[in-house]
């Protein structure tokens, strides 16, 4: 087989196994409760459908070994105030800057999956001193992203992470001392190792094929 015959069949085999984002689910959470009327909210913005430790109709208690409202696939469609409740059964948790301030939720996952990106749906709306974080650290590195327009609420981006490891925190640094920062879900996606898709099987056999035809004629090359 040839240097040139070998190169080609390399990088049609490489060209047939792409890395393909797709998403990778947290087994669970840390991190302080939301805060809400014994805050001085006008509702409770508690993660109420926490599974694992701890009081969630507590402001800011600790709750660990479980998961809720970040991670149940579900982004809310209105902003906080059209939605959350005194029950604390709305989809967005609230952390108060002057009673939880710059929360931070430490989140597990199975092995270790390489995480590209994350997004965050935030509220940004101003409404009751509600605002998008001024900064958003994630293993306590800063990352740049851009907030959904003042007066709005939606998700943001947080990319070219390449975080590997089982364990990461994400952090929320609040704009000041008398804000509110509102989550109602956060979403990762990361690399799948490279397994082919359906539509990259003709490009490996085609692959696979190069190979043997220059392997036969080499040996009928010896053999002449």
């Not at 059964?89 to 939720?105: E, F, L, R």
């Not at 327009?149 to 998700?155: N, S, T, V």
């Not at 989550?183 to 094929?209: H, K, N, R």
Request: proline share 7%; net charge negative; aromatic share 10%.
């Amino acid at each position: 087989m040839t240097s040139k015959s070998f190169a080609l069949a390399a990088l049609m085999l490489a060209a047939a196994v792409p890395a393909t984002a797709v998403p990778v689910f947290s087994t669970g959470y840390d991190m302080p409760n939301g805060d809400g009327q014994a805050s001085g909210g006008s509702a409770n913005y508690w993660d109420l459908a926490y599974s694992g430790s701890g009081n969630t109709t507590v402001d800011g208690a600790p709750l660990s070994g479980g998961s809720g409202d970040l991670t149940d696939g579900v982004a809310s469609t209105l902003p906080w105030f059209a939605i959350e409740n005194g029950l604390g059964a709305g989809p967005y948790v609230g952390w108060y800057s002057a009673a939880t301030p710059n929360p931070v939720i430490t989140f597990h996952f199975t092995g270790a999956p390489t995480i590209d990106t994350i997004r965050v749906h935030l509220d940004n709306t101003t409404v009751g001193g509600v605002f998008a974080p001024q900064a958003i650290l994630v293993d306590g590195v800063a990352i740049s992203f851009v907030p959904p327009p003042l007066g709005d609420f939606g998700f943001v981006t947080l990319g070219g992470l390449a975080l590997t490891g089982n364990t990461h925190t994400i952090e929320f640094d609040q704009l000041n001392g008398n804000s509110w920062t509102f989550v109602s879900e956060i979403l990762f996606d990361g690399s799948d190792g490279g397994i082919p898709e359906p539509a990259s099987w003709a490009l490996m056999l085609g692959g696979f094929g190069a190979i043997g035809a220059a392997a036969r004629r080499r040996r009928r090359a010896v053999a002449a």
